[in-house]
Structures are given as structure tokens and as C-alpha cells.
């Protein structure tokens, strides 16, 4: 169990994110429910998952997905928890995966689109994927080149077996070090690629993942329709490093 004051302190940090997110959603003239906040656990162990859960946060977001193994061995969570796949993922980590039922986010290369729809199959669980670009254009950073997109939506869209995968959008992070306008930038566009990317492929692409604890209210000005947010939940919470 986590300490009272810990929950408690938890609980308000889950309440402050929504006010702040629902403040960027209205301020951008968009309905409340178009944005989710997906809690970003990768800081925290199982148990101080399961508080943010008991918080309220029942979307959550983890990197690793040995990491969301071990958490759902340690604990159990409540079944209307919804997972997302965040960071890179190796093929060989899907298997064990998939019976999460995850969104994965973080689709880097058609080798790995192609698993996941080879995996999706075996096992007869219907993925919803999002493509990440590396919008940035930073060497360092992962994800597909925005031109590398459209042949892989392209090839899915014709593909007659997809094993129910379906992409549903992009995935973006602000290079390191932005300043808030570059970001900003970054995420408009990210977006218009996307509405680029509908209209070439008829795909349909309704989501946006991008936006973290430091420029969620840049990327919903932008249209993002799911938001990564880690730090900001945890705050008082963490070691200072
Ligand atoms: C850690 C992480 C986040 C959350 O970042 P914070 O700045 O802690 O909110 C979001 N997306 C990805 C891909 C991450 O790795």
C-alpha cells in the first residue's frame, strides 16, 4: 500500500493535470472529450500505478512492455484499464503484448507494422496503431520519416490481411530542447501531415498522439487528441533528480 499522504498528493496532481488540460481544450475552442490524458507510468512502480488508478487515471501509458508485464503480474488492475504503447518496441516483445490489448503508438519501421499484423492474427486480437514520426527531423530521435508514411498506409490500406490492425493516426514528439514556438510548430505540422496523409490515402486518421508535461497546451492548440503525460502526475512524489 502507498502511503495516505502519497495518495492523496496523487489525487491532486491527477486533478490539476485535467484542469489544466481541459483550460488548453477550451482555449483551442474543442469539445472536452476530444482530448485523452494517458498517465505516463514509466517513473513508478506497480503499486503507485494502481494509485494513479484509484486517482481516476485509467488510461495509462508505459515504455517498456516488460514493464507492463511485470506491473500486471505484481498487481491487478481494474479491468476497464486501457493500456498504450508508447516507446520503441522490439518484434519479439509482442507476443506477450498483445493480450494487453494495447494501442501501440510507437510503430517505427514496416518490419514492425508487419508483426504486429502477423501477431494480431495468430492471436485474434484487433490492434489499433498509430505511426510515429520523427517530425523533429532530429538524427537521434525515433520514428519514420514523414515521407516514409504514406507507402506504409498505402500497403496496409491493400492489404486484404491485416489480422483487424487498423492505423489510426501519428505519433509525435518536439525535438529535445525546443523552445515552446518550435514545438508548436512541430505539432502543427504533424497534423497537417496527417490531414495530407487522409486525403492521398482516404485513410481516416483521427488521432494525434503528441504532447507531454511540458508542451500539452501547444499540441492541443494543434489538434492533439491524446496526450502523454508523466512527470506532471508525479510530481512531489519522485525522488528530485
Ligand atoms: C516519458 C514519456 C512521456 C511523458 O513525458 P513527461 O514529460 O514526463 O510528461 C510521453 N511520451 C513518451 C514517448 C515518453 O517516453
Redesign the pocket.
Known amino acids: 500500500m502507498i502511503e495516505p499522504n502519497s495518495q492523496a498528493r496523487l489525487a491532486e496532481n491527477w486533478q490539476a493535470v485535467q484542469r489544466d488540460v481541459h483550460a488548453a481544450t477550451t482555449a483551442a475552442h474543442r469539445p472536452l472529450d476530444s482530448v485523452t490524458i494517458i498517465g505516463?507510468t514509466?517513473y513508478v512502480d506497480a503499486e503507485m500505478t494502481l494509485a494513479l488508478v484509484n486517482a481516476g487515471c485509467h488510461v495509462l501509458?508505459e515504455?517498456r512492455p516488460q514493464v507492463l508485464w511485470k506491473k500486471n503480474e505484481e498487481v491487478v488492475f481494474p479491468d476497464d484499464v486501457r493500456w498504450h504503447l508508447?516507446?520503441h518496441l522490439q518484434r519479439n516483445k509482442l507476443r506477450r503484448s498483445l493480450p494487453f490489448h494495447p494501442m501501440i503508438h510507437s510503430v517505427d519501421s514496416p518490419r514492425l507494422l508487419t508483426a504486429i499484423v502477423e501477431e494480431a492474427t495468430a492471436q485474434q486480437i484487433p490492434t489499433k496503431v498509430l505511426l510515429e514520426v520523427n517530425i523533429s527531423g532530429e538524427e537521434a530521435k525515433t520514428g519514420l520519416l514523414p515521407q516514409d508514411l504514406r507507402p506504409m498506409i498505402e500497403s496496409h490500406l491493400k492489404s486484404t490481411d491485416t489480422g483487424g490492425v487498423e492505423i489510426v493516426g501519428l505519433m509525435a514528439?518536439a525535438g529535445w530542447g525546443t523552445d515552446a514556438d518550435a514545438a508548436r510548430q512541430q505539432f502543427a505540422a504533424t497534423r497537417e501531415l496527417r490531414d495530407e496523409l487522409a486525403q492521398q490515402t482516404g485513410a481516416t486518421l483521427p488521432e494525434l498522439s503528441m504532447g507531454?508535461?511540458?508542451d500539452f497546451a501547444a499540441a492541443i492548440a494543434e489538434g492533439a487528441t491524446m496526450v502523454?503525460?508523466?512527470?506532471?502526475l508525479f510530481e512531489g512524489l519522485l525522488p528530485k533528480h
Open positions: 505516463v514509466k501509458g515504455n508508447i516507446g514528439m507531454m508535461s511540458g502523454r503525460i508523466g512527470s506532471r
